[in-house]
């Protein structure tokens, strides 16, 4: 009989302790949820960061190569330049 008692006891313990249970759950549950809220949030952000660094190089390629274009159209008036001071110089 004690040990009916005593396990009509546990039972009884363990019942108590569902609601709480259930609670915490619960709780955990929502954190879960706002954790992988936030976590996409944050990887969204960080691929808009990313298209936005590809872009700022393709960008910086794009000046880079007409930065070159323009330096070697600079060079050849130079060199254009520096031949008519010859030519007019003889």
């Given amino acids: 009989m004690i ?3 005593r396990s009509i006891a546990d039972i009884d313990s363990e019942l108590d302790e569902e609601e709480p ?3 915490r759950l619960k709780e955990l549950e929502d ?6 809220s936030m ?3 944050q990887e969204d952000a960080l ?4 298209k936005i660094a590809a872009s700022l190089d393709q960008e910086l390629a ?3 190569a007409r930065l070159e274009e323009e330096q070697r159209g600079l ?3 130079q ?5 008519q001071q010859s030519v007019s110089m003889n």
């Fill in 39 to 41: 976590r996409k949030t």
């Fill in 62 to 64: 794009t000046e880079k």
């Fill in 79 to 83: 060199k254009a330049v520096s031949g």
């Fill in 3 to 5: 040990g009916i008692d």
């Fill in 31 to 36: 954190g879960l949820k706002q954790q992988n």
């Fill in 47 to 50: 691929e808009s960061l990313r």
């Fill in 75 to 77: 060079l050849e008036l």
């Fill in 21 to 23: 249970r259930k609670r």
